[in-house]
């Protein structure tokens, strides 16, 4: 019997970024959250699409996510566009930190998801802009390949 891969359960996705930057360096980071935003987002509940990591100090932070407000925590909520812990190794931070500061990089949230045990994780990418010729191309080539696919599949 084949082996099952493990279940992650996809929050939101921030599919913008692949359209407007080159991603390169992809890592998983855990999230520091509260007990009412995880709550909210086992609901199901985020929004990535604006958001992104900042340098603070030796850290680094999810800026602008937006985790709604948990409808069952009363006067006990969270603030739904707070700033964000992410929990790395420290090496993993400095060559992210490095990498904004000397290359002129952007570090972007590309998915939220629970892992198989639960877990907030939230997975980042050092992110290099698209200029508009870039895109462009981007938007031709994926233009080729559907018509590509739509001929092969008529000629059979």
Do not use: C
């Not at 930057?21 to 007990?35: C, N, P, S, T, V």
């Not at 500061?101 to 949230?109: L, V």
């Amino acid at each position: 019997m084949a082996e099952q891969a493990p279940q992650q359960k996809t929050i939101a996705e921030n599919r913008r970024a692949r359209y407007d930057y080159f991603l390169e360096d992809h890592i998983e980071a855990g999230i520091q959250l509260l007990g009412t935003e995880i709550k909210a987002l086992r609901d199901g509940r985020a929004n990535i699409a604006e958001s992104y990591v900042a340098v603070e100090g030796r850290e680094l932070v999810l800026v602008n996510a937006d985790i709604p407000p948990y409808k069952m925590a009363n006067r006990f909520n969270h603030e739904p566009r707070r700033h964000r812990k992410l929990l790395l190794h420290r090496r993993q931070i400095d060559k992210m930190a490095s990498a904004v500061q000397r290359d002129g990089r952007t570090i972007i949230p590309v998915r939220l998801y629970l892992n198989e045990s639960g877990k907030a994780k939230l997975e980042i990418a050092l992110a290099k802009g698209k200029k508009n010729h870039d895109k462009r191309e981007a938007t031709a080539e994926r233009d080729w390949q559907r018509d590509k696919a739509r001929l092969l599949k008529e000629r059979g």
